[in-house]
């Protein structure tokens, strides 16, 4: 079993940039690839980037590519995600998930872990 709390997620200008942390507890977290995923108003979660359980592995959304960064921390078992030059179009519930092996993927039903989620706005 592995609990996931998101934090870090509030308000911000279009431009600006966010940190999200994922602290994870339970069975050992550098045993399980992370991935994000976010969901808008009246939309279907959706994929954001994933992380292999090394951290040698990344994989981005479109969408956030080249905006976003996906790290991770195994000593403290906590995985962050930076977002910068944010867009009202990021403006979703973020969470983190846990999949037991080495890479992640953009396959939602893969994951077998989930956080609670945490706001992110973006205002124009």
């Known amino acids: 079993q592995v609990q996931l709390v998101e934090s870090g997620g509030g308000l911000v200008q279009a431009g600006g940039s966010l940190r999200l942390s994922c602290a994870a507890s339970?069975?050992?977290?550098?045993?399980?690839?992370m991935g994000w995923f976010r969901q808008a108003p009246g939309k279907e979660r959706e994929f954001v980037v994933a992380?292999?359980?090394?951290?040698?592995?990344?994989y981005y959304a479109d969408s956030v590519k080249g905006r976003f960064t996906i790290s991770r921390d195994n000593a403290k078992n906590t995985l962050y995600l930076q977002m910068n030059s944010l867009k009202p179009e990021d403006t979703a519930v973020y969470y983190c998930?846990?999949?037991?092996?080495?890479?992640?993927?953009?396959?939602?039903?893969?994951?077998?872990?989930w956080g609670q989620g945490t706001q992110v706005t973006v205002s124009s």
């Open positions: 339970g069975r050992s977290f550098n045993r399980y690839a």
């Open positions: 998930a846990a999949k037991a092996g080495a890479l992640g993927n953009q396959e939602e039903k893969s994951y077998d872990y």
């Open positions: 992380i292999s359980w090394s951290g040698a592995s990344t």
